[in-house]
T-cell receptor
Framework: DGGITQSPKYLFRKEGQNVTLSCEQN?????MYWYRQDPGQGLRLIYY???????QKGDIAEGYSVSREKKESFPLTVTSAQKNPTAFYLC????????????FGPGTRLLVL | QKEVEQNSGPLSVPEGAIASLNCTYS??????FFWYRQYSGKSPELIMS????GDKEDGRFTAQLNKASQYVSLLIRDSQPSDSATYLC???????????FGAGTQVVVTP
C-alpha cells in the first residue's frame, strides 16, 4: 500500500525544546518537501530535497532543520529558534519531472505548551 | 508580489450550481498546474492537473488553462455539499520540482 506517512499526528512542544517530525514515503519518489500551514493560510515551503544527502531552503527555513539520509525519509526538526511553531505541518513527495504532481501525507499538528 | 493568487472567498454556491474558481500566476515559464481540495484539518488531495492551454474535464470538474493570460481556473458542475472545502491552486515553477501554492479559495455549497 503505497503512500506517505507522517508521525505523530499531534505533537506538543515545550518552550526551548527541539522536536522532530517524521515523514516516510514508499512511492520511490526522488523529491520530498516540508510545508507549514497556518489557520486560513496557504502552504509555505520550509525545505525541499530532490536527492539523498541534498536539500534546499524554502521560503521560511529559519528555525527549522532537515536531513535526507535515505530516499524514503525526510525528517523535520523544529528548533527552539522557531518562536512561533504552532501550525499544521505537511510533508509531500514527487518525482521532479515536468508534469509530476506532489502527493501529501496526512500532516502533523504542532502545538506549544 | 505573490506568485500565485486566488480569491480567498468564501464562495457560496447553491447545491446543483456551478462553482467557478480562479487562479493567476506570475512566472511565465511555469509548465504544470494543479488543483487540490483540502477539507478542514486534512491534507490536500489532488483533483486535477493541466499542462496545455484549453480545457480538461474529469467528471464534474473542468480545469481551464490560458498561459498567455497566466490564468488557470476550476469549474465544479452540479455542486454538492461534499464539495465544501478549500481549493488550492499550485504551480510547478521550475524543473527541479519547486511548487508555489495559492492561499486557497473556500467554497461553501448550500443545500
Amino acid at each position: 500500500d503505497g503512500g506517505i506517512t507522517q508521525s505523530p499526528k499531534y505533537l506538543f512542544r515545550k518552550e526551548g525544546q527541539n522536536v522532530t517530525l517524521s515523514c516516510e514515503q514508499n512511492l520511490n519518489h526522488d523529491a520530498m518537501y516540508w510545508y507549514r500551514q497556518d489557520p486560513g493560510q496557504g502552504l509555505r515551503l520550509i525545505y525541499y530535497s530532490q536527492i539523498v544527502n541534498d536539500f534546499q531552503k524554502g521560503d521560511i527555513a529559519e528555525g527549522y532543520s532537515v536531513s535526507r539520509e535515505k530516499k524514503e525519509s525526510f525528517p523535520l526538526t523544529v528548533t527552539s529558534a522557531q518562536k512561533n511553531p504552532t501550525a499544521f505541518y505537511l510533508c509531500a513527495s514527487s518525482t521532479p519531472r515536468v508534469g509530476e504532481t506532489q502527493y501529501f501525507g496526512p500532516g502533523t499538528r504542532l502545538l506549544v505548551l | 508580489q505573490k506568485e500565485v493568487e486566488q480569491n480567498s472567498g468564501p464562495l457560496s454556491v447553491p447545491e446543483g450550481a456551478i462553482a467557478s474558481l480562479n487562479c493567476t500566476y506570475s512566472d511565465r515559464v511555469s509548465q504544470s498546474f494543479f488543483w487540490y481540495r483540502q477539507y478542514s484539518g486534512k491534507s490536500p488531495e489532488l483533483i486535477m492537473s493541466i499542462y496545455s492551454n484549453g480545457d480538461k474535464e474529469d467528471g464534474r470538474f473542468t480545469a481551464q488553462l490560458n498561459k498567455a493570460s497566466q490564468y488557470v481556473s476550476l469549474l465544479i458542475r452540479d455542486s454538492q455539499p461534499s464539495d465544501s472545502a478549500t481549493y488550492l491552486c499550485a504551480v510547478l515553477t521550475d524543473s527541479w520540482g519547486k511548487f508555489q501554492f495559492g492561499a486557497g479559495t473556500q467554497v461553501v455549497v448550500t443545500p
